[in-house]
Nanobody, 119 residues
Framework: QVQLVESGGGLVQAGGSLRLSCAAS????????MGWFRQAPGKEREFVAA????????NYRDSVKGRFTISRDNAKNTVYLQMNSLRPEDTAVYYC????????????WGQGTLVTVSS
């Protein structure tokens, strides 16, 4: 079973950048699809980005395309979310999650890291 710990959140001005990291424990990290989700105050959690076990096939929600980049380093058991050109509407708690091969749901979640974008 993988355990996930996010870091890198904080306060940034609109137009700025942050890089989130998600460190995973467990020897099977490389077999998981990894995703980033976010939940803004008073809103439901939403998908942000995901990346396959090999690092290929990244996909993004439309509102972050061209601004956010998901990547992973299987040797370091870490997945990243580089966020550029941040907007106030990106303010949320960001969660990383893992989905085991053959499963449709993300079954492992981190505790979240808060990103606040000021205008």
């Amino acid at each position: 079973q993988v355990q996930l710990v996010e870091s890198g959140g904080g306060l940034v001005q609109a137009g700025g950048s942050l890089r989130l990291s998600c460190a995973a424990s467990g020897r099977t990290f490389s077999s998981y699809t990894m995703g980033w989700f976010r939940q803004a105050p008073g809103k439901e959690r939403e998908f942000v980005a995901a990346i396959s076990w090999s690092g290929g096939s990244p996909n993004y929600r439309d509102s972050v395309k061209g601004r956010f980049t998901i990547s992973r380093d299987n040797a370091k058991n870490t997945v990243y979310l580089q966020m550029n050109s941040l907007r106030p509407e990106d303010t949320a708690v960001y969660y990383c999650a893992a989905r085991m091969a053959g499963y449709s749901d993300y079954g492992v979640w981190g505790q979240g890291t808060l990103v606040t974008v000021s205008s």
